[in-house]
């Protein structure tokens, strides 16, 4: 009989009603001793008493039978009144009762031990509750679907295709079986490897979808830095003033733009000082715009046509175009001006940039690091593998197709190792 788990499963703190689970073979046993009128059958709410060691608490009881439930165990929920003192009881109840406070992500992965879900399932779950635009969550969603999973294990029923024709070649050579040939298995590799790397290539998409924009805002003390900052936000978020070195240290604030999440960071006037606290925020400037995804170089004049030194895409800002008698020199820039606030043209140009509009029209998004490394060394492998096709003999070929099957593997964990599959779900949160 395994261990049975229990944990609060909504946020901490007060709230109307709260819903603590325990999970595992005892589960049911334990909440009978408790709870009554037990629920008679599956999956349905009962309203009962749930006696605690001080008080009664007026709550609801389901419970599910393995394996049809979310771990795949016996599971019983409770939903009672929120608040720390009423679950801390519940909780205590079951304890004492005979299950353990559950680790975090515990429940995630008894369901994954029980083939509930996939590694992907769980990293979907987690980019859902970590989302913070709808871009995000319908990444983690996807996830979710098991889009990505259902996609790795078509590539490696091709690959374990090629695998069994080769391996049978080599088991049996007295059976006169049809070698495969050089160009055929070649021709599927390849096939398989395109869509590796179709699957790399919305990585870039995927990071915007995830994380945002990061976007620095350099330039020149006074051009309006922190004022376009305040502009872009919608907020008075930065200090503005005519004082030449105002703001001295990085300050990071994110909006969302078309459900893309943008994040601003203003900096320090680039300049020379003597002042040892500005020239550290000149040294932080400078480091981040040269982590920005984007940087937006400031200038309030004219005919600046100064580039700013950084290897991260740039784009000039013309602003202050309210003081302008003449256009600006340069017609790849932009003119703007804070004080009219008139300012979503940068936000629209980076956009576009991005290309950031695809997203919602994207079905699959890689927005993962762990699974962009799988990929990126399953098409090194498959690279491999297509080589030794025309120059070495059908073991190499074979046990090269299958380190390529092994490594997509990883991605849904039918072939992970232990230590990474514990660091996924030690990312949930308590009672998931
Ligand atoms: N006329 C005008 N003044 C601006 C504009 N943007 C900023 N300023 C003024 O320029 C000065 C410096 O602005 P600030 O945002 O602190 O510049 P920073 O040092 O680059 O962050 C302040 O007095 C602002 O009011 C603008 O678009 N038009
Ligand atoms: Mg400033």
């Given amino acids: 009989m395994n261990t049975t788990i229990v944990a609060l499963s909504t946020a901490r703190g007060r709230s109307a009603i709260a819903v603590v689970r325990m999970s595992g073979d005892d589960a049911i046993n334990i909440a009978k001793k408790f709870f009554e009128p037990f629920p008679k059958n599956p999956n349905m709410l009962k309203v009962g008493v749930l006696h605690t060691e001080r008080f009664d608490e007026h709550a609801m009881c389901v419970y599910f039978s393995a394996p049809h439930s979310y771990t795949g165990e016996n599971t019983v929920e409770f939903h009672c ?166 703001t001295r240290d990085t300050l990071s604030e994110s909006v969302n733009y078309k459900d893309i999440k943008f994040n601003f960071i203003d900096t320090a006037g680039i300049r020379e000082s003597s002042d040892v606290v500005e020239q550290e925020g000149v040294r932080r400037a400078q480091k981040a715009a040269d982590s920005a995804d984007v940087v937006l170089h400031i200038t309030d004049n004219p005919t600046d046509r100064s580039v700013y030194p950084t290897v991260r895409p740039q784009i000039r800002v013309f602003n202050k175009s309210d003081l302008f008698v003449e256009p600006p020199c340069c017609a790849d820039s932009l003119i703007v001006s804070a004080k009219s606030g008139n300012v979503d043209i940068i936000k629209s140009t980076i956009y576009e940039m991005f290309s950031a509009g695809e997203i919602e029209n994207s079905d699959l998004l890689i927005t993962n690091e762990r699974h962009l490394s799988c990929l990126n060394q399953a098409k090194n492998q498959i690279e491999q593998a297509i080589a030794s096709c025309s120059n070495s003999t059908l073991d190499i070929v074979s046990s090269a197709i299958k380190q390529v099957w092994e490594t997509l593997g990883e991605i849904t964990g039918s072939t992970a190792q232990e230590d990474i599959i514990d660091r996924i779900y030690s990312k949930f949160c308590l009672g998931k």
Avoid at 93 to 119: D, H, M, T, W, Y
Avoid at 195 to 213: D, F, M, P, R
Wanted: charged content about 20%; hydrophobic content about 40%; glycine content about 10%.
């Fill in 81 to 246: 009144h929120g608040g720390t003192a009423v679950c801390q009881a519940v909780i205590e109840q079951c304890i004492k009762n005979g299950a353990v406070p559950a680790q975090n992500g515990e429940f995630s992965k008894r369901a994954f031990i029980n083939g509930k879900q996939n590694l992907t399932n769980a990293e979907g779950i987690i980019e859902m509750i970590d989302a913070e635009t709808a871009s995000a969550a319908k990444a983690g969603a996807n996830l979710l679907e098991n889009k990505l999973g259902k996609k790795v294990i078509d590539l490696q029923n091709v690959l374990l295709d090629t695998l069994s024709a080769c391996e049978a070649a080599l088991d049996y050579p007295e059976e006169d079986l049809e070698l495969p040939t050089v160009a055929g298995t070649q021709i599927k590799l390849k096939e398989v490897e395109k869509e590796i790397q179709n699957l790399i290539s919305t990585a870039t998409l995927g990071k915007v979808a995830k994380y945002g924009i990061n976007v620095a805002i350099v330039g020149a003390p006074n051009v309006g830095k922190s004022s376009l900052l305040n502009a872009l936000l919608g907020t008075e978020r930065a200090i503005v003033s005519d004082i030449q070195g105002t």
